[in-house]
């Protein structure tokens, strides 16, 4: 059972206690910790589950209270214990965004309340979904290229979840998700790649089958806003000019998710401001 209006939103987050939010929170960070993992090893040619953390400058094998999600940078004060080298602040925000985003599904999934069958599918599915979509959006960071299987995967989940969430029918959701992906196919197409890449027409697939109407179109929304907010920001400060290359993924995935939090309050404020 997902919120569907800003009174039902506040009374599932009033609900829950502050140790639903902790346990959540915790489960989060942990698997930030993983994702960080498939991150840094994702066609590396390394195993995602065989083989021991270490460091990447001396290779030293992690012990386990330097495995601990967050709490290890800030107690190493983000150096490797070892070799002294600096470690990725990628790994503390990978797994305090993962937290956080746990929280915020929980939050808005209902799923203490209600928990029959089908809330807990959609529940399962919606962390699955964003787990995947935050390793998209880190990869693209850092790298500038969205891998074919992650999108696939993201694609199949949000394919899945639409014929599980009755919210919207199925057929509507994934015509959402190939609308989507047409529309910044047909950018990639008449800009020849210039404006964005062919991947983020096929993030917009599985982003928009996720959705669904009408949150496809502010999640798109959003998502242009927030990137041509930040390079703008990054021109100012010398550190783009216009022929840098930005990747859009992480703003379509941050988009995406705004639209789903809080895209349902959002419309209901919209509407009360213009008197419907």
């Not at 500038?144 to 992650?150: F, R, S």
């Not at 199949?156 to 057929?171: E, H, K, N, Q």
């Not at 993924?249 to 895209?263: E, S, V």
């Amino acid at each position: 059972m997902n919120c569907s209006s800003l009174t039902n939103c506040v009374t599932f987050v009033t609900t829950y206690t502050f140790w639903d939010y902790l346990a959540a929170f915790v489960l989060g960070a942990i698997v930030g910790s993983f994702l960080n993992v498939v991150m840094l090893r994702l066609r590396s040619g390394m195993s995602f589950v065989i083989g021991t953390s270490q460091c990447l400058s001396c290779g030293t094998k992690l012990r386990w209270f330097e495995l601990i999600p967050i709490v290890s940078f800030l107690i190493q004060r983000g150096r490797c214990t070892t070799c002294h080298a600096k470690l990725f602040y990628q790994y503390p925000l990978v797994e305090l965004t993962s937290g956080l985003v746990f929280v915020l599904v929980l939050g808005r999934s209902g799923i203490l309340l209600l928990p029959d069958v089908s809330s807990v599918m959609v529940f399962v599915l919606s962390l699955v979904f964003w787990s995947v979509a935050l390793v998209i959006a880190g990869y693209d960071a850092r790298h500038k290229i969205i891998p074919d299987e992650l999108s696939i995967l993201l694609g199949l989940i949000g394919i899945i979840f639409a014929f599980t969430d009755t919210g919207v029918p199925a057929i509507v959701s994934i015509s959402c998700g190939f609308t989507a992906a047409l529309f910044y196919g047909a950018l990639w197409l008449v800009s020849k790649g210039k404006w964005m890449g062919l991947g983020d027409a096929k993030l917009a697939f599985g982003l928009g089958t996720f959705l669904g109407w009408p949150m496809v179109v502010l999640g798109n929304l959003f998502g242009f806003w927030i990137g041509a907010i930040w390079g703008v920001i990054f021109m100012l400060t010398g550190k783009y000019n216009r022929k840098s290359e930005l990747p859009f993924g992480p703003f379509l995935i941050i988009g995406a998710f705004i639209a789903y939090y809080a895209g349902d309050i959002l419309l209901e404020w919209y509407i009360m401001l213009i008197g419907l």
